[in-house]
């Protein structure tokens, strides 16, 4: 069964601490995302990755970096942690664009941040 | 920036009627997704439809694409229980097919 793994459900950090949210995915995707997903906003483009070490911004990269080193592995680093990037972290990849499996999501990390 | 919006926010309906959430863009695309997410889970892929195309089915699932109104409707038929969750519909854009752009979502509750 395919998937996008994402080492933490829940985590709980303090105000000022370096944050590292993994993501790993074993379909052998070109493309991952990070999107960041809070009530009545619905969810928010951080950061995309087309191949290993490259990047490009999303929506709201503000707090935010990226790492891909590997093609399954794409990192999200919240440098010093605030109280208003509390939120639900889903990453995802895909193929293509067009491709008609959409994106494949994980399921999630809930952050809050103290 | 949001490129589509669902409506409605919510919809709670009987099991066994029909539901049917739309969803309005604003740019030309290339083609729209709809997923479904469970209560604090990720998101599921349902079906995508290309811009050239007006009604595709999967399943109980039916959506429609009216891209001179910019809006697309997914019809669920024979609402179960476990179709409760939130559904979104998410576009591409034409001049930039690589990453796609999700609505905030419609609520969908089906009473047993």
């Known amino acids: 069964d395919v998937k996008v793994t994402q080492s933490s459900r829940y985590l709980v950090k303090r105000t000022g601490e370096k944050v590292f949210l993994e993501c790993v995915q074993d379909?052998?995707?070109?493309?991952m995302f990070w999107y960041r997903q809070d009530p009545g906003l619905g969810l928010r483009l951080i950061y995309f990755?087309?191949?290993?070490?490259?990047?490009e911004k999303g929506d709201i990269p503000e707090g935010y970096s990226v790492s891909r080193e590997k093609k399954e592995r794409f990192s999200l680093i919240l440098e010093s942690a605030s109280t208003n990037q509390t939120s639900m972290y889903l990453c995802?990849?895909?193929?293509?664009?067009?491709?008609?499996?959409?994106?494949?999501f994980g399921s999630g990390t809930r952050l809050t941040v103290v | 920036s949001q490129q589509g919006e669902e409506d409605p926010q919510a919809l709670s309906i009987q099991e066994g009627e029909n539901a049917t959430m739309n969803c309005s863009y604003k740019?030309?695309?290339?083609?729209l997704q709809w997923y479904r997410q469970n209560s604090g889970r990720g998101l599921v892929h349902l079906i995508l439809?290309?811009?050239?195309?007006r009604e595709k089915h999967s399943g109980r699932l039916r959506v429609t694409l009216d891209t001179s109104k910019k809006s697309s409707s997914l019809l669920i038929t024979a609402s179960r229980a476990a179709d409760t969750a939130s559904y979104f519909c998410?576009?591409?854009?034409?001049?930039?097919?690589?990453?796609?752009?999700f609505g905030s979502g419609t609520r969908l509750s089906i009473r047993p």
């Open positions: 439809i290309r811009s050239n195309e």
């Open positions: 379909m052998d995707h070109e493309n």
């Open positions: 990755s087309y191949d290993v070490k490259m990047k």
């Open positions: 998410a576009t591409d854009a034409s001049s930039s097919a690589s990453k796609i752009i």
């Open positions: 995802a990849s895909n193929r293509s664009p067009s491709s008609r499996y959409g994106y494949t």
């Open positions: 740019t030309s695309i290339n083609n």
